[in-house]
């Protein structure tokens, strides 16, 4: 190797050294919560993915992680590239200590409108979870109908490694499931707009008319 060859080497080593240090130190800024409330017991993170979209389920996961994890680049799921997402859901799905997951379909959605489908989801992926939590770091939100205390964190899933890992869960869950989707009801584009109101999707709406998955709640004003 030339002189100039290992001066470039040793410069990529530098710049990967300093890229993983702030890594870190990002990491650890987003366990405050974490820390604030560990003597609570086992903390639970709580997100959700789908609130927005014309089509599909709206999906809640709520994760805890070990206390003395080491996963880097946790993040707001629509801050990670999917493939950032797809190799942090499989770090998370082996390291938790538990993982609750649930979905509402689009009738649910219709029937008792999207926020408390969210809400609905929530309390069925806590109420899954084993071990239990004792506490719950939720994104903004504050969950009704369950007992367990809880702090709502606004933009929490780019504050709380625990919300940010739930997070990744449920949109890496929710996007294969419309990936699904799109190879029974291909003219609507669900691999690519996830089942979100793109120019595409709502033109095929206009030309198709609603299938299944769609939620006839929102798509009363594009018919």
Known sequence: MTEAQLKKQREKEEKARIRLEKEIARTESMMVYERQFADR???AGVDEVGRGPLAGPVCACAVILPADHRILWLNDSKKLSAKKRDELYEVIMREAVSIGLACEPPEVIDGINILQATYSAMRKAISSMNPAPDFLLNDAVTIPG???PQCPIIHGDASSVSIAAASIIAKVTRDRMMQEYD?????????????????EHIAALKKYGPCPIHRRSFIGHFL
């Open 41 to 43: 017991g086992l903390l």
């Open 183 to 199: 190879t029974v009801y291909p003219e609507y584009g669900f691999a690519r707009n996830k089942g979100y109101g793109t120019a």
């Open 146 to 148: 369950t007992e367990l």
